[in-house]
Every structure is written in structure tokens, then in C-alpha cells.
């Protein structure tokens, strides 16, 4: 699950776009990976705990508070520091 999060929140932070909507396509299309809107969602959720989206704002998606490598520091920080972007 954890390469899963990474993948989303690189997608997001490049993107600058946190929708569920966009992690299914997009998860789909550049990884071949199917997600359920449900597990779009906690992903997004997971990221908001993070720090790296803010909080649900429906129609518009979330809005993106941090660059890729932030993201990747504070989910490292979350995940232990063994974790990192190649795993």
C-alpha cells in the first residue's frame, strides 16, 4: 500500500490535482494499477494526514499544499525513515 501512496501522491503533487476522479484514471492509466473511488479517497485521506492536500472540498477536489519532494519527506516521516522513493 505504501507504493501505492507514493505513486498517488506523486500524481497529485505533479499534477497539483487531489481528486479521487483523477487518482482512478490516472493510477489506471500510467500504472495499470485499478483503484475503487473508496480507496482513491483514503488515499487522499492519508495524504491529508500527511499535510500534503488540504481537506475535502467535494466538486473541486483538494487543494495541493505541497512539491514532491516535501510530500515524500513528510510520508517518509509517517512511514519511518527506511522508506523512501524507490521502494
Known amino acids: ?8 501522491t506523486e500524481l497529485v503533487t505533479s499534477t497539483r490535482h487531489g481528486s479521487p476522479a483523477m487518482l482512478q484514471r490516472r493510477l489506471k492509466n500510467d ?3 485499478r483503484v475503487t473511488f473508496k480507496t482513491a479517497l483514503s488515499l487522499l485521506d492519508q ?5 500534503i492536500v488540504g ?3 467535494r466538486s473541486t477536489g483538494r487543494e495541493v499544499l505541497m512539491e514532491s519532494d516535501d510530500a515524500a519527506s513528510a510520508l517518509r516521516a509517517i512511514h519511518g525513515a527506511s522508506w523512501s522513493s524507490a521502494a
Open 1 to 8: 500500500m505504501i507504493d501505492l501512496l507514493y505513486a498517488a
Open 31 to 33: 500504472h495499470g494499477v
Open 47 to 51: 495524504m491529508h494526514d500527511a499535510g
Open 55 to 57: 481537506p475535502d472540498r
